[in-house]
């Protein structure tokens, strides 16, 4: 196996662990906060899906699913185009307000067709391609989707967590 599969393996699976912690929950499970400072399972999926789109576009040369399939307009988010979640207050958190769980799985979904299509694009050599020269060492490529994909992990368990809590309450 090398490396593009086992990275699709991986988004693969954020993929089913989004599914499962958003399916069935209603807007106020989703929109559910731990306490006042928490993040909510909307919030959670929502910015680990934009931070997935910013950073696959960014690597792949081309535009965010965000916007070119006006996701942005569906989910009325009062946030710029370009926002990803970071750096959100808790007001911000808190205005991140879902109807339907299948927004969020429908967002997630389309940004993980156009991850796995990319991927299936690479070899392991292009994984090793500098994307980020901001830091040193310089980011490639497969350092960035690997810390994407760890960042997606963190926040797909904090959400599965908080709908854990929820479903139990």
């Known amino acids: 196996m090398h490396g593009p599969d086992l990275l699709i393996d ?12 958003v399916d069935g929950l209603t807007p106020s499970q989703l929109a559910h906060r731990v306490d006042p400072g ?10 680990l899906t934009r931070i ?19 996701w942005n307009d569906r989910f009325g988010l009062p946030f710029p185009d370009d926002a990803t979640g970071y750096g959100h207050t808790s007001e911000d958190v ?12 429908g967002y997630h ?11 299936r694009e690479l070899d392991d ?7 980020d020269e901001r830091y040193d060492p310089p980011v490639t490529m497969g350092v960035r989707l690997v810390s994407v994909i760890g960042d997606n992990y963190q926040h797909i368990g904090q959400a599965a967590f908080v709908r854990g809590i929820v479903l139990r309450g």
């Open 10 to 21: 991986a988004f693969g699976r954020i993929r089913d662990r989004v599914n499962a912690t």
């Open 38 to 47: 928490a993040n909510s399972i909307a919030w959670l999926v929502w910015h």
């Open 52 to 70: 997935q789109d910013d950073h696959i576009a960014h690597v792949a040369g081309i535009d965010q699913v965000w916007t070119s399939g006006n």
């Open 94 to 105: 808190a205005a991140v307000k879902i109807d339907d769980p299948a927004l969020l799985i």
């Open 109 to 119: 979904a389309a940004t993980h067709e156009i991850t796995e299509g990319f991927l």
């Open 125 to 131: 050599e292009t994984l090793g391609r500098v994307v």
